[in-house]
Every structure is written in C-alpha cells, then in structure tokens.
C-alpha cells in the first residue's frame, strides 16, 4: 500500500501550528495539509500547563491571532481563556478536521530526487509506527520540552514530609488552602503561582537565588474596552495590535539602549508598589541589565499587593538542603512548608525530539544556520516557527507562516519543488537566542545558530521582520530554487535559474 502523501505537512497543534494552518487555508488554498500532534487535545504550551493563575504574559492583542480580534476585556489574560480562543478558532476556520491527535512524529528523511518528506510517525493509542510523505514540512512544535521541565535534584529532598511539585506536572489532587507553600523560583512561572496561591494558602515564600525585574501593568487595556464600543472588531484589533507593538519596541529600546535609567526607573516602580520597609534592593534589583533575560510583566501589581498585604514573603538566598519540615538555607535560616513548588525553569527540546536526515546524511541541527529565522541551511523544503523573545510570540510566527506560503506559491508558479538555503561560510555565527536565562544557557549549544547579517541575522523586530517576510522578495542568492529530477521528468520546459 503507498504511504499517504501531503502538499504540506504542520508538526504541532498550538497557537503556532493553528496560525499556521490557517494562513494556508487562505493562501495556497489547493494545498492538501494535515498537522499531526503528540498530544490529545491542541492548544500546545496553554493546553499542558494547568497550575494555579496560569496566564499569558504577553498582552492577548499581540498574542492572539492577527486574523481573529481577542475580545475578552481582559488584556492580560488567563490560560482557559486563552486555551478556548485557541479551540474556538481552530474550529471555526475547519482547521481542527485536519488535526490527527496522539501523533508523534520521530523522523524525517528526504530525497531530493524526489523532493519528498518520508516522516516515521508513532500512534501514540495503539504503538504503531507508520510513514507517511509530504512535500514540505512546517515544524510549530515550539522548543520546550513538554515530557519534563526543569528539575534540579535538592539535597535531602527525600526526607522532606511535604509534598514536592514541577508547576509542569501540576495536578488537580495538589492541595494549597491553607497550606505553607514555598516556591522555588522568580521567572514568569513563580511570579504568576505566588500571588495565585496566596488567596488560599496560609503563608507562601518565593524562594529565589538571584532577583529578577518585575513589571506591573493593566489586566485590562482601556482604550482597547473603548475601541472596542465604537470602530468595527478588526478595525478596533487592529489599531490595538499597532499600539501596543509599537510601545512595546519604544520600551525594548529604551532599556538596551540606557540600561542604568531604565533599571533604576523599574525598581523604583518596584518601591512605589511593595511600600517602604520592604528591601526591594535585595530582592527586585537583579545585577544584570534589564532584557538581559526576560521581563516578568504582573496584572495590576498582583504581586506587589499580596507582599504588602503579608501574605507572601520573598526570600533571596540558596538551598542548602530540604529538611523534614522545609528548607534551610545557606544562611542558616529555616523555612518551614507543607508544599513545595520548584518552578525552577523550563527544559529546551528542539523540533520535538524528532531527528532530521537529508539524502542519507544525519542533519545536526548545531552546525546550521538559520535562514530568515526559519529555514534551515542544507535542509531543503523544510521551515520551523519560533516567536520572539522580547515581544509576543504570535507576532513572529504568524510572519513565518505567510512567508512560507508566499514561498510555495512562487515555487508552483515557477514549477520548482525545490527550496534550500546554502550556507555563506563569511557569515559569522551568533547565538540563536541571546539571552542569559538558565533555560536558554542549559541548551543552547544544541541549537542552529543565526549569522551577523541578513538573511542569516536574527533582528528581533517586529517591524523589520515585517519589511522582510512580508513585503520583502521570496527569492535570495543564498536560497537555492530546483527542480528536482522526479519534476523534471515531467516538466518540458528547462529548470528555471534562482532569480
């Protein structure tokens, strides 16, 4: 029996893996497509994670859809909000009849005499593992490793008579009310646990070994609320979208451009809202410039109030050891928990895992270069989607998903099946990631690498990236356009030069 066969295959049913489809729905509308996912249900990263205040950290009229309105008043806005904006879309654009649930996939090989994708996909229900073929294939499977987070293993952890947790692993039995609880950590997952679980429990600390910078700002955007009363949905997203991309770059480029300034503008936001008599110097003044790793915004000072109101505590030292009743720590002093949460940061898995191989030779993702943030060198008919580190991921993707439909469109106008970036060897290599996060730093090494100029560079910027994968030409010296020879054989006329 011959192995079922796609125009495009999508790795990933989450926010980028729904964007995506949708985008070729509307622009290569001839395209026969399916997105395979590992998992049950779609909705990715807002699907997995279930702990407690679960939200988005970005503002939702940046992070939805760019061709569906975010309509929900709040602009900050919780994970099972998120999670049915995601479903109701997939839904309402038919792309959730092409989603295969439970479908991992674990390797790609490709011809490129053939110009085909064979991808070895292992049925999660029943344990087979079956082929299938596509002509190009779009990963949105993100980079975190959804199997397992990151869990640092504590000395005497084992005598601790409390209970201990990944926020990755959280789970409905995991009891808080009333509890002493202690979270480990002071990235966006601590900060967004901490102010949640202090309605209920007794007492919670954050337990952090550096500080980080802390933002607050609005749940809800008034002039979107306005705007929304008074101009058309779309036209109101819109007008939003631009406001807020466009403060969000003014603030980005602030704080890199006078980092002393903006560091001393954030922490004195910090006091403003914490109260006198708190040591913000200790806990909220990280000795890194801000940007440096990634800003943690809170909705309407959350944090900031459970503090003053006593109700959590924030603690900056290093484990020495979990005892019987808690933590000690190196200082000396003892923290006494019946819960302890180790949102101690998050595990990197680059293209879900699965291993990429290009006419019999192993492709090692570390020693390629990224091409327009998205494409791989040496690896033919293949893009990938990640969002930005300063900005709202959907913003990124959704530019990527377009560019590769304007890319297959110009393919099949010019009768090519053929798309590879080579690699310019004057280039000189950059991390693909340039930030200081322990996540980051534990795997980077594994990743492809970016390239100090175009197209090989990684800008970061919204409105650049805009010019390039939107307005900017398909074609480039350094993307190799063919025909393969399976095409050639039924195609007359000769194989068009790259222009």
Wanted: hydrophobic residues 40%.
């Amino acid at each position: 029996m011959d192995k079922e066969h796609l125009d495009v295959l999508i790795v990933g049913a989450g926010i980028s893996g729904i964007g995506a489809a949708y985008h070729l729905q509307e622009r290569c509308p001839g395209k026969r497509y399916a997105i395979l996912e590992a998992r049950e249900r779609l909705g990715g990263t807002w699907d997995l994670f279930r702990y407690p205040g679960i939200r988005s950290d970005s503002d939702m009229y940046t992070l939805g859809f760019s061709f569906r309105p975010w309509q929900n008043p709040k602009a900050i806005a919780d994970g099972p909000s998120i999670l049915a904006y995601v479903r109701e879309t997939a839904e309402a654009y038919g792309i959730d009849r092409h989603i295969r649930y439970g479908h991992e996939v674990r390797a790609a090989r490709f011809s490129s005499a053939d110009a085909r994708w064979t991808v070895e996909v292992l049925d999660r229900a029943t344990g087979a593992t079956r082929e299938l073929s596509c002509g190009f294939l779009l990963l949105c499977a993100g980079y975190y490793d959804y199997e397992q987070g990151h869990s640092p293993v504590f000395e005497g952890q084992e005598d601790f008579a409390g209970r201990i947790v990944h926020p990755q692993r959280w789970t409905d039995d995991i009891e808080h009310a009333g509890k002493r609880v202690i979270v480990i950590g002071s990235g966006a997952t601590a900060i967004t646990l901490v102010p949640s679980l202090a309605k209920t429990a007794s007492h919670v600390t954050m337990l952090q070994r550096t500080p980080t910078y802390v933002a607050s700002g609005p749940e809800q955007d008034r002039i979107a609320n306005w705007l929304r009363g008074v101009l058309p949905a779309m036209t109101a997203y819109e007008l939003v979208r631009w406001k807020n991309v466009l403060l969000g770059m003014l603030f980005y480029q602030y704080t890199r451009r006078f980092p002393r300034h903006a560091k001393r503008f954030l922490v004195q936001k910090v006091r403003e809202a914490v109260g006198e008599g708190f040591d913000v110097e200790t806990h909220f003044s990280p000795s890194y410039d801000p940007w440096d790793q990634r800003l943690c915004l809170v909705p309407d000072g959350d944090l900031f109030e459970a503090i003053r109101d006593g109700r959590v505590d924030v603690v900056t030292d290093h484990v020495e050891r979990f005892t019987t009743t808690g933590i000690r720590l190196r200082s000396g002093r003892e923290l006494e928990a019946d819960l302890v949460v180790t949102a101690t940061g998050l595990q990197l898995k680059l293209f879900g895992g699965m291993s990429l191989e290009v006419d019999g030779r192993s492709i090692e993702p570390a020693e390629t270069m990224t091409y327009k943030g998205m494409m791989l060198s040496g690896v033919p008919n293949f893009a990938f989607a990640i969002g930005y580190t300063n900005a709202s991921w959907t913003l990124k993707v959704d530019l990527v998903a377009e560019h590769v439909c304007r890319l297959l469109n110009h393919m099949d106008e010019h009768k090519l099946d053929l798309c590879t970036p080579r690699r310019d060897p004057t280039v000189e290599e950059e991390p693909l990631i340039g930030f200081a996060s322990g996540y980051i730093q534990r795997s980077i090494h594994l990743f492809p690498r970016a390239g100090s100029r175009a197209p090989w560079r990684l800008y970061q910027n919204y409105v650049l990236d805009r010019l390039a994968l939107r307005r900017g030409p398909v074609t480039h010296p350094a993307l190799e356009l063919a025909r393969s020879r399976a095409r050639t054989t039924r195609v007359a006329d000769p194989v068009l030069a790259t222009p």
